[in-house]
Structure formats: structure tokens, C-alpha cells
């Protein structure tokens, strides 16, 4: 039986390899695949990074989609980066990032405390310096000057911040925390932080917690058990989380979706293209099943992302120093 219609672009450098893993297993559990080579090799040979009709036909013809990474040597500037990832989070109009932080086993702890990690990151996905708002003077002069603009819309703020209550709300937790800087950033952050409070009013039994965020960095170290749901702006966002993946054993164990409620989702481990182990049979494809787990959850399949994260976390005790196609092989056995 069909489950389910999905766009796989595998991107660059080890992208490929562990996208093929996860791939295999959605074929095997009775997904439809559909592979795009949107990456830098057709940057480079045709100038294409999201062809112009890419938008309609993914929104018009599938359920998911499952991204691998982008990064190449030969592109330094992230061109092809910039017009293919974020052309889909901000055309497919993708606001949450979701990204767990969660310590799968004791094995992957590098800090001194025993207590468990587990919570969720809201990260605004559209919206502050990831619009693209800016300019430059004066280029290729001592007297250059940059902007890039940091733009919070009334409506895209309210939106994550609801998303993080209701979450926490579905799953039982009773606190959500606002990461925020409105002592130095003013108009931005007086916006999140009253849009947080006036939204907080509406959900009596889930405890408001705000900090700065540079005491939240800290408290992850410091404290990381404190937190259930966390709710952030983009450029923080993006930051935070991968200090989470570093308490938590590595970015080969991040996991994220990229969302939008009811419309086409975009599921990517984010541990970037690591060009240098590109095709040595090295790379860690866990993250790789992790993002194919929280599509599984997105699309209402609970059961098999259950089962998904119990055979990683088999993985991580059995696995040992095997390698990516052997660990990829290993899951699979777990869930089919």
C-alpha cells in the first residue's frame, strides 16, 4: 500500500549517502520517491538552483519533503544554498523549525550532569536576517559599509509562539520559554516579548518563562533539564539548536522539520554537506533516520516514528564504529 508521496533532493557531499539510507527505508515501508538533483553539481552545469516551477509542482504533487544538505567548495558563497533551502522554507511558506534536543543515550552525554535532556525548539523559519532585507555601500572599499535587516512581522511572531503553546499543550508540558534580547534589540524584541505575554494569557496552565538569550545559552550548559519548549526567533534559533546538538552528542543526531500546518513539510538532518568524508563510508546517517521520523509523526504515522527512534537508539548502543551504509542496514533490520 502507497503511504505516501515523497520529493527526496539529496544535495551535496555526504547528503547523498545518508539521504540513500533513509530513502531505502521509506521505499521499503511503501512511500512513493521522487528524486530531484537540485544541488550544486546543476548550479554549476546549468546555472539552476529551485527551478521557477518547483514551488507549484511540489505543493501540487507531494506530501513531504526529504533533504539531504547543501555545500560545496566550489560555490564559497553558499549561492546555491541560499536559492534552494531557503527558496523553500520562505516559498513554501515553512515557519516552524522543529528541532528536538534530546539526549537518545548516556553514551552521547558531554556534560557532567546526569539529568535527562529533552525538549523541543520553535524556531521562526522565515522571517529576521534570513529574509534576504539589506544592503551594501561603498563595496570593495575601505569605506564599505553592510545592513542586513532583522524584519519580525506582527503575524509571523504570533504564529510560532502559538504553535509552541499548542504544542506543549498536545504533549503535556507545562512550560514554554521565549528566548529573546529586547534589552539590546528594541523594536524586535519588544515585539516577541509582548506578543509572548499577551499570548501566554490565552494558556492559563502552561507556566511563561522568558530569558535572554545569551542566559539561555548558558542555562542549556548550565541546566539543560529546566527546559520543555523553548520558542525563538530565527537567527537565535539557529544558533541555540546546534549548541543543543552539542550537548547532545553531535550533529549527526540532529534531527529537523521544517513546517507548515496542513502543507507539504520539509524533513533534513543538519549536519551540513562535511565535504571532506563525502564518499568514505563515514558519515553518521542517524540523523538522516531521525528527520524521516518526524515526517512519519508530521504525516500521522505515530507508530512508525516510535519505532524509527527506539532502532537509532539501538544503533548507538550496537553500532560502534561501523559505517554508514552498515549503520543504515543495521535500522532498516530494526523496523521492517
Known amino acids: 500500500m502507497m503511504l505516501g508521496k515523497i520529493a527526496v533532493i539529496p544535495g551535496d557531499g555526504i547528503g547523498p549517502e545518508v539521504i540513500a539510507e ?75 523549525n522543529l528541532r528536538p534536543v534530546q539526549l537518545l543515550h548516556p553514551s552521547l552525554a558531554v556534560l557532567k550532569s546526569s539529568a535527562p535532556i529533552d525538549f523541543m525548539v520553535f524556531r521562526e523559519n522565515t522571517q529576521d536576517c534570513y529574509s534576504g532585507a539589506g544592503r551594501s555601500l561603498h563595496t570593495g572599499t575601505d569605506q564599505e559599509q553592510t545592513c542586513d535587516e532583522s524584519l519580525h512581522t506582527f503575524t509571523g511572531v504570533e504564529r510560532i509562539i502559538r504553535q509552541a503553546f499548542e504544542y506543549a499543550i498536545k504533549h503535556g508540558k507545562s512550560s514554554v520559554t521565549l528566548g529573546h534580547k529586547s534589552n539590546a534589540i528594541k523594536f524586535g524584541g519588544a515585539l516577541w516579548q509582548k506578543t509572548f505575554q499577551a499570548l501566554a494569557r490565552e494558556y492559563p496552565n502552561i507556566a511563561p518563562k522568558e530569558l535572554y538569550i545569551d542566559t539561555m545559552a548558558m542555562e542549556f550548559v548550565r541546566a539543560p533539564e529546566q527546559f520543555e519548549v523553548i520558542v525563538t526567533s530565527n537567527l537565535f534559533g539557529d544558533i541555540l539548536t546546534d549548541l543543543g546538538a552539542g550537548i547532545t552528542g553531535g550533529l549527526g543526531y540532529a534531527a529537523s522539520a521544517n513546517i507548515h500546518p496542513g502543507k507539504i513539510s520539509l524533513f533534513e538532518p543538519v549536519h551540513g554537506s562535511a565535504p571532506d568524508i563525502a564518499g568514505k563510508n563515514l558519515a553518521n546517517p542517524m540523523a538522516a533516520f531521525l528527520s524521516a521520523g518526524l515526517m512519519m509523526e508530521f504525516l500521522g504515522h505515530h507508530d512508525l516514528a516510535k519505532n524509527i527512534k527506539k532502532a537509532v537508539i539501538s544503533a548507538i548502543e550496537l553500532c560502534g564504529q561501523k559505517g554508514t551504509r552498515e549503520v543504515g542496514t543495521y535500522i532498516r533490520a530494526q523496523i521492517l
Not at 530513502?23 to 511503501?30: Q, T, V
Not at 546555472?47 to 560545496?72: Q, R, T, V, W
Not at 546555491?80 to 533551502?85: D, K, S
Open 22 to 96: 533513509g530513502a531505502e527505508l521509506l521505499e521499503a515501508l511503501g512511500f512513493e520517491l521522487t528524486f530531484f538533483d537540485w544541488g550544486a553539481d546543476k548550479w554549476l552545469r546549468d546555472g539552476i538552483g529551485l527551478p521557477k516551477d518547483a514551488l507549484k509542482m511540489l505543493s501540487e504533487n507531494f506530501d513531504a519533503i526529504y533533504f539531504g544538505a547543501l555545500g560545496d567548495k566550489r560555490i564559497p558563497d553558499m549561492a546555491h544554498g541560499r536559492e534552494i533551502l531557503l527558496g523553500l522554507r520562505l516559498g513554501l511558506d515553512l515557519y516552524i
